[in-house]
């Protein structure tokens, strides 16, 4: 299976939407949405078939047990998360800052604290004529990491014969991010003219060096700005990464995906570009 | 006052609404928590920055006093120690600082080293600190830097909290700061769905909360009707413009550039209820 990324740093420079276009144009057996804590893949995708969905667990949470406590306050203080709070005469943990490590449990004298599984997400995978696995992250909670890989593992289990998988990933360039660059053939970035597109793409070719992930660029919404559409071809031959196209801006493009379908549906310039990015991206696999 | 910008989707406008927040209003305070992608610094261009290094813990093993007994390797919930050749190894990447190592170790044979993960730069720039997160790429967690920034929150005047996007962790940390939350949607159907989740994420925060809805070229009813639904109320409305498209992305403050922009930014300070 050759897995291929869709990555861009700055959020909103259109990966769902190139993602969706290489589905259609790839015909791709696997697909998977890691953007977790603002997934919107669904939307676009075509699903006759009800998911089979999954509790996400994540890292365990502390809970106290207030006819043991004490009060003398020490799990508060060795906490390096800041988890436990004073509130209203006690102890509290706040679930979204507790990373579960344990050690409140070690410290308490009374034995009054122990860690308890946590429901921090739900997984859904579609299995109708194509594989599609996604998630969505509760609120507030952390291990995205963990969670994309979980997404990912579902896409290939259930489709270990799939010659390709198209997944969409998340913006940004941490735990999500990191985790979905794992194990993937390539990492295409989106990225549009804008010194903040060009800022936040160096960013992600450092990580992506970092984790010796191979990667190539498009540009989205190129005519945007022409002047850093040529910066960011600049940059892209000064490091040798492989140029893959550039998308107009085309408002039929948001049009697409108000009625719930992929601009690969619809016969416009963004369409053809595409198209383009798309051929010359499988050139590299 | 403090003000979080916010909005799901990623690349809706957070930064645009941010700095311009900050721009109009004397003497207030920007800070930048997407760690991950900080860029409200290339509007302000700050000159004279200083920086101050983010560092976080990790545990270092002495080989003369450790017995192999294990009970840090079997302690630690993050997998960051294995055990090779009868000695603890620590994944530096992986630990989460907690110090739970350093605490069961029976036989004081932990001590905790620091590592920088990120900066945090300040400066001041036309009467706006301006303060950014930096998170070292490479690194999985924006925590550490976005505490370090959000401890420039001002107790007067106007703060103006950029937050990443999405609706994890550093979401809740970075508004749980703010008096009022400010959500940045696009009125289209990734912008709705996503804008939903972050609505839920502020109610349960319980922090008062309005909307801009930013490129609003298409039209796009379903989010106006839930914003009446939830009573919610839309603020203000920026309409798709080609200039602020391409002074935005110049890096140029369109508030400071245009005069009728700066005062379509003091008009939403003066509906949150700051001052400009």
């Known amino acids: ?50 998911p089979q969905t999954s509790e996400f667990m994540g890292s365990q949470r502390a809970k106290i047990d207030y006819d043991k406590c004490a009060g003398c306050g020490f799990c508060s203080y060795t906490c390096k ?23 409140c449990t ?67 360039i941490g735990c999500s991010v990191i985790s979905s660059v794992s194990g993937v053939d390539l990492v295409l970035i989106v990225t549009e003219p804008s010194v903040s ?47 893959v196209g550039k998308i107009p801006y085309d408002s039929q493009t948001s049009q697409a995906i108000n009625e719930g379908i992929s601009v690969a549906d619809v016969d416009c310039p963004a369409h053809t570009a595409l198209e383009e990015v798309y051929k010359n991206t499988m050139n590299l696999l | 006052m403090r003000i979080a910008v ?61 017995k192999g007994c294990r009970k840090c390797v079997n302690f630690c919930r993050f997998n960051a120690l294995v055990f090779i050749k009868d000695a603890p190894v620590v994944f530096p990447e992986v630990c989460h600082s907690c110090g739970g190592c350093s605490f069961v170790c029976p036989f004081g044979a932990v001590s905790e080293k620091k590592r920088q993960v990120g900066v945090v730069e300040q ?59 400010l959500l940045v949607a696009e ?3 990734f912008g709705f769905h996503n804008f939903k989740m972050v609505h839920r994420l502020v109610t349960m925060l319980e922090k008062p909360c309005g909307v801009v809805i930013n490129k609003a070229d298409t039209s796009y009813d379903v989010m106006k009707e839930y914003c009446e639904e939830n009573e919610i109320p839309v603020l203000m409305e920026i ?9 935005t992305a110049d890096g140029k403050i369109v508030s400071r550039e245009d005069e009728k922009y700066a005062d379509m930014f003091r008009e939403l300070l003066e509906k949150i209820g700051g001052e400009a």
């Open chain 2, 6 to 66: 916010l909005s799901g989707k990623g690349g809706t406008g957070k930064t645009l609404v941010s700095v311009n927040l900050a721009a109009v209003s004397e003497g207030s305070t920007y800070i930048d928590c997407d760690v991950e992608e900080p860029n409200g610094r290339l509007f302000f261009k700050p000159e004279k920055v200083t920086e101050k290094k983010v560092n976080v813990d990790f545990p270092v093993f002495k080989a003369s006093m450790c």
């Open chain 1, 197 to 243: 597109g060009l800022s936040d793409l160096e960013r992600i070719m450092k990580t992506a060096e970092i984790f010796q992930a191979k990667a190539a660029v498009c540009v989205n919404r190129y005519d945007v700005s022409e002047e850093h559409t040529a910066e960011i071809e600049e940059y892209c031959t000064e490091h040798n990464i492989p140029f």
């Open chain 2, 239 to 247: 309409p798709y413009d080609e200039k602020i498209a391409s002074m």
């Open chain 2, 123 to 181: 400066s001041n720039e036309d009467g706006v600190r301006v303060i950014s997160g930096i998170l070292n790429p490479g690194e999985a967690s924006g925590m550490p830097v976005l505490k370090e920034a959000l401890k420039n929150v001002s107790r007067t005047g106007l703060t103006v909290i950029d937050c990443p996007p999405g609706s994890a962790c550093s979401v809740t940390e970075s508004a749980g700061r703010a008096d009022y939350c």
């Open chain 1, 1 to 50: 299976m050759k897995k291929i990324l869709i990555l861009s740093g700055k959020g909103g420079t259109g990966k769902t939407t190139v993602a969706a276009a290489f589905i259609r144009f790839s015909h791709a057996q696997a697909l998977a949405d890691c953007d977790v804590d603002a997934p919107n893949l669904h939307i676009i995708t075509e699903l006759d078939v009800e």
């Open chain 2, 187 to 189: 009125p289209t159907a």
């Open chain 1, 81 to 103: 998360f800041e988890a436990i709070k004073h509130e209203k005469g006690r102890y509290v943990v706040d679930q979204n800052a507790c990373e579960g490590c344990g050690v």
């Open chain 1, 106 to 172: 070690q410290v308490c004298q009374e034995g009054a604290i122990t860690l308890h599984d946590d429901v921090a997400g739900e997984l859904s995978l579609y299995s109708g004529d194509r594989i599609f696995s996604t998630a969505e992250l509760k609120m507030g909670r952390g291990n995205s990491g963990k969670l994309v890989a979980e997404v990912k593992n579902a896409m290939v289990n259930a489709a270990p014969d799939a010659d390709i998988a198209i997944i969409d990933g998340s913006p940004g």
